[in-house]
């Protein structure tokens, strides 16, 4: 079990950015949160295997096809098992 937060920058707020990073979360079997941050940012806080949470790495890195990814900040953390499903945070 491993966790990564993720920043993602570019258009990603009003795109349904949230909507499908939940989407591509929960197929990949992780738990966490995405929510948008004031400065424009989308930040992901994910836990799960290492090969699921790196699947979700590559997929922020696109986006649903509204986005414009310019980058992301991937910062690997400690896991706390806290989280029971992927939610959208507000």
């Given at each position: ?21 939940r989407?591509r ?14 400065a424009?940012t989308?930040e ?9 949470l790196q699947?979700l ?12 990814v ?12 806290k989280?029971?499903?992927f939610?959208?945070?507000?």
């Amino acid at each position: 079990m491993q966790r990564m937060e993720l920043i993602v920058h570019g258009v990603v707020q009003g795109v349904g950015f949230r909507y499908h990073t939940r989407q591509r979360a929960l197929q990949l079997g992780l738990t966490g949160y995405v929510k948008n941050l004031p400065a424009g940012t989308v930040e992901i806080v994910a836990e799960g295997e290492a090969s699921a949470l790196q699947a979700l790495l590559s997929w922020a890195k696109q986006g649903p096809p509204a986005a414009d990814v310019t980058h992301v900040e991937a910062t690997k953390q400690t896991a706390t098992q806290k989280f029971d499903s992927f939610a959208i945070a507000y």
